[in-house]
T-cell receptor
Framework: DTGVSQDPRHKITKRGQNVTFRCDPI?????LYWYRQTLGQGPEFLTY????????KSRLLSDRFSAERPKGSFSTLEIQRTEQGDSAMYLC??????????????FGPGTRLTVL | AQTVTQSQPEMSVQEAETVTLSCTYD???????LFWYKQPPSRQMILVIR??????QNATENRFSVNFQKAAKSFSLKISDSQLGDAAMYFC???????????FGTGTRLQVFP
């Protein structure tokens, strides 16, 4: 078990370009979360999946953002027409919905996006 | 809606001493959890300790313990016998029972001096 992995770790792009990030959760984890963390702030919830179904999206997730989790395994987060305000660390986390009351989230190292 | 407030942007402590980080929260959920996460510089977030809101007993994990005051919506973290490796950003978070979605505070940067 190698933990949650994210790729790339760093991305620099020009305003207006599209970018895509990938998250590989811990094997067998059926829930996957995306958070955004700007400098000096705590992570903010963006969206989460249970298997391949996207169950909730934050109002922070504008129309330029789209997330997918095909086949309930890895997930991608795409940002279209990037803006400087999109510069942030994008964190992925996964958990196993086991029927218990609590399901710990394990975080990946994040993808740091810089929009020039 | 849930909000989490950490009013201490930075704290410092001497090695081997005790430090307490503060957190207050607000939630409309009847079933929820509270967490403290540690984020070392350039490293990923790890869970330090969690507290189920329905439990009155305060959670303890080795040198880490919490003071959970449900009526006051307060959830502080006490680190005893501080070590240099404890230096990190600490985030307080509240999680809803059904979704596990986490709402984080703005964090407290802890410095540990030898």
């Amino acid at each position: 078990d190698t933990g949650v992995s994210q790729d790339p770790r760093h991305k620099i792009t020009k305003r207006g370009q599209n970018v895509t990030f990938r998250c590989d959760p811990i094997s067998e984890h059926n829930r996957l979360y995306w958070y955004r963390q700007t400098l000096g702030q705590g992570p903010e919830f963006l969206t989460y999946f249970q298997n391949e179904a996207q169950l909730e999206k934050s109002r922070l997730l504008s129309d330029r953002f789209s997330a997918e989790r095909p086949k309930g395994s890895f997930s991608t987060l795409e940002i279209q027409r990037t803006e400087q305000g999109d510069s942030a660390m994008y964190l992925c986390a996964s958990s196993l919905l086991s029927g218990g009351a609590y399901n710990e989230q394990f975080f990946g190292p994040g993808t740091r996006l810089t929009v020039l | 809606a849930q909000t989490v407030t950490q009013s201490q942007p930075e704290m410092s402590v001497q090695e081997a001493e005790t430090v307490t980080l503060s957190c207050t929260y607000d939630t409309s959920e009847s079933d929820y959890y509270l967490f403290w996460y540690k984020q070392p510089p350039s490293r990923q977030m790890i869970l330090v300790i969690r507290q189920e809101a329905y439990k009155q007993q305060n959670a303890t994990e080795n040198r880490f313990s919490v003071n959970f005051q449900k009526a006051a919506k307060s959830f502080s973290l006490k680190i005893s016998d501080s070590q240099l490796g404890d230096a990190a950003m600490y985030f307080c978070a509240c999680g809803a029972y059904n979704t596990d979605k986490l709402i984080f505070g703005t964090g407290t940067r802890l410095q540990v001096f030898p």
